[in-house]
């Protein structure tokens, strides 16, 4: 049996929830590593702000489904479904919140459901922990620069 504990990975930016989480859900394609997208050059990465929107990468006249809204209350949290890279049926939940610390923003992501995967849950797991350390530096580098 697969392992139901979450992934789970923190940290801190210099800049106000709103701000943080704009940044995130507004200007995605301005700052993801495009090696952790499925074109590889999207123009755009799209998340519908309501529960049940899509989340969208949008490249050369395609898209590729990242996954869907399941929360949407700004500044302070996005919870989806979570399948870039796999079928709607392989997804993981992901939940990303964002709190006021001092002068900026505590950030955790939290990522469960890899213990649906059966056999290949335990493996994923340890590869969506290295690509959320990539994604996460990328996010406050992005910051950083303003």
Not at 99 to 111: K, S
Not at 128 to 146: K, M
């Amino acid at each position: 049996m697969a392992s139901a504990e979450p992934l789970v990975i923190e940290f801190e930016v210099g800049v106000a929830p709103a701000h943080a989480f704009a940044t995130w859900t507004e200007r995605c394609a301005t700052w993801w590593p495009r090696s952790h997208t499925m074109s590889g050059d999207p123009s755009a990465i799209t998340f519908e702000p309501r529960a049940g929107g899509r989340i969208v990468e949008h490249a050369a006249g395609a898209e590729h489904d990242w996954g869907e809204v399941l929360e949407w209350d700004p500044p302070s949290r996005l919870r989806c479904l979570w399948h870039p890279f796999f079928d709607r049926g392989e997804a993981t939940e992901l939940d990303v919140t964002f709190r006021a610390v001092g002068t900026g923003t505590a950030i955790r992501l939290e990522q469960t459901g890899f213990e649906r995967l059966g056999d290949s849950g335990p493996p994923r797991r340890r590869r969506t922990s290295g690509a959320w350390g990539v994604v996460s530096a990328a996010f406050a580098d992005a910051l950083r620069a303003g």
